[in-house]
């Protein structure tokens, strides 16, 4: 239970996460403008966290075995 807690905060805050330059970006600019670039940045994490949930799968079957 504890785990799926953790993967849902992890999970929750990567999404939501901007960098400096991206936050200052978007506050130049107009609501319509922002959301764009808020899913642009969700479609950008979602590779890296496929990739990863990939690897640690692996990784997981591999030590049951």
């Known amino acids: 239970m504890l785990r799926r807690v953790a993967a849902g905060l992890l999970i929750t805050s990567a999404t939501w996460a901007q960098c400096v330059m991206c936050g200052r970006t978007a506050a130049a600019q107009n609501s319509a403008r922002v959301e764009v670039l808020q899913q642009g ?6 590779p890296p966290v496929v990739i990863l949930t990939g690897f640690l799968v692996l990784l997981w079957r591999r030590r049951r075995v």
């Open 41 to 46: 940045i969700i479609i950008l994490v979602i």
